[in-house]
């Protein structure tokens, strides 16, 4: 998979990409991130990429030119043809786990992060497929949205992580909270780790962690908790028809 940032700030995104989990990926050849200053691709001799809005109100907005010009030179260079193209925006549809599983599975994602009071209208219209925010909050840019993107896809894509249930029985999948996780020592300062999870019986601790991964999820997502309750029902009334046409 490749992901081309498209940013002012290129250089946040160069110290978290170089660690860990990405960094691992990149050089195994299993993603590739591209970063591009938004502000080389600025055909003004000061390399200016904001002006006032029209119609007046405070702040600056991102002028069109060098934007579209970034783009262009992304599709050209890499010979894309129609890339999903991501402006992080508070105004997007919320990001999501099932929103993360969809992009990975694309083979190239172009995520664009504005800043000042947001980008010309007329880029939107032109070459954005999807607006996505990661919260209703605002923030100074697009930079931390689109590093919360990346970490939350790339880990998806096959060979990230070192084993598929690394991230199967993770919080958000099937819409329960993870269960509560615990290492050695077996007791720390007279609070000791739950016995059924030294008993052995693995059937018992699949048992105990789908329980606690209910209450915590009822207890703290109820909007989760729904969705969860939804599907079981759903796939209860599947096995149901699947043994009549038995």
């Not at 080389?40 to 060098?66: I, L, W």
């Not at 980008?119 to 919260?135: K, L």
């Not at 018992?204 to 729904?226: C, F, G, Q, V, Y």
Request: hydrophobic content about 35%; overall charge negative; glycine content about 6%.
């Amino acid at each position: 998979m490749r992901i081309h940032v498209m940013t002012l700030f290129p250089d946040i995104f160069a110290a978290y990409i170089g660690e860990s989990m990405i960094k691992k990926a990149i050089d195994n050849g299993i993603l590739e991130v591209y970063l591009y200053n938004i502000r080389d691709f600025s055909e003004n001799k000061h390399r200016k990429v904001d002006d006032y809005p029209f119609g007046g109100g405070a702040g600056m907005v991102m002028t069109p030119q060098p934007i579209i010009s970034t783009y262009e030179h992304i599709i050209k260079t890499h010979n894309i043809d129609k890339p999903r193209v991501i402006y992080l925006s508070p105004k997007g549809r919320i990001f999501n786990q099932e929103m993360a599983k969809d992009f990975s599975h694309s083979e190239d994602c172009i995520l664009l992060c504005g800043h000042y009071e947001g980008i010309d209208q007329r880029v939107i219209d032109m070459i954005v497929t999807e607006e996505i925010s990661i919260g209703d909050y605002v923030l100074t840019g697009g930079e931390l949205p689109a590093l919360t993107m990346i970490d939350a896809i790339s880990r998806l894509i096959p060979g990230v992580l070192n084993r598929n249930e690394s991230f199967e029985d993770e919080s958000l999948e099937n819409n329960l909270l993870e269960y509560p996780q615990y290492t050695r020592p077996r007791d720390f300062r007279g609070a000791e780790v739950p016995p059924v999870l030294v008993s052995g019986n693995h059937g018992n601790i699949d048992k105990w962690r789908l329980e606690e991964s209910k209450k915590i999820t009822k207890d703290r997502r109820p909007d989760l908790w729904d969705k969860y309750q939804a599907s079981h029902r759903e796939d209860n009334k599947k096995k149901r028809r699947t043994r009549k046409a038995d």
